[in-house]
């Protein structure tokens, strides 16, 4: 029998938000015309895609913040929003990820399951479990 689960270094390296690996540094998030590389499928640039992500509409947030964590580096996801607004826009969300789903789901349930084992031990808020403000 094959496991699914995933090998533990992983876990442990995406177990904490702050041990996120290599983020795109934010000059290189974009191409001469300003479009960001995981938009490659439309013409937009990153000014209106950061705008589209604070839309008063939650069916252009969704689309928008579904297709950054579908085609951008995990790592890079975290450039546009906070963990928080990950889960708080999750339902919405879930139906733009295509085969991604699987990987965030995996993702935001490790770090809900360090968020509980903080809380169950008395411990502290650290990287994962602190709450932020959206970065942009």
Excluded at 1 to 14: E, K, Q, W
Excluded at 65 to 70: N, T
């Amino acid at each position: 029998m094959t496991s699914t689960a995933a090998p533990a270094t992983l876990t442990t390296m995406y177990a904490r938000r702050d041990a996120l690996l290599c983020p795109t540094p934010w000059e290189q998030l974009t191409d001469a015309q300003g479009r960001p590389y995981f938009l490659w499928d439309v013409d937009m640039s990153l000014e209106a895609f950061v705008e589209g992500l604070r839309s008063p509409d939650p069916t252009v947030r969704a689309y928008l913040l579904g297709k950054l964590m579908r085609q951008a580096k995990p790592d890079d996801v975290f450039h546009f929003v906070s963990l928080d607004t990950l889960r708080a826009e999750w339902d919405a969300v879930q139906p733009y990820l295509g085969n991604r789903r699987a990987f965030w789901t995996w993702l935001l349930d490790a770090w809900a399951r360090v968020d509980r084992e903080a809380a169950a031990s008395g411990g502290g808020s650290d990287e994962t479990t602190s709450r932020h403000e959206d970065p942009i």
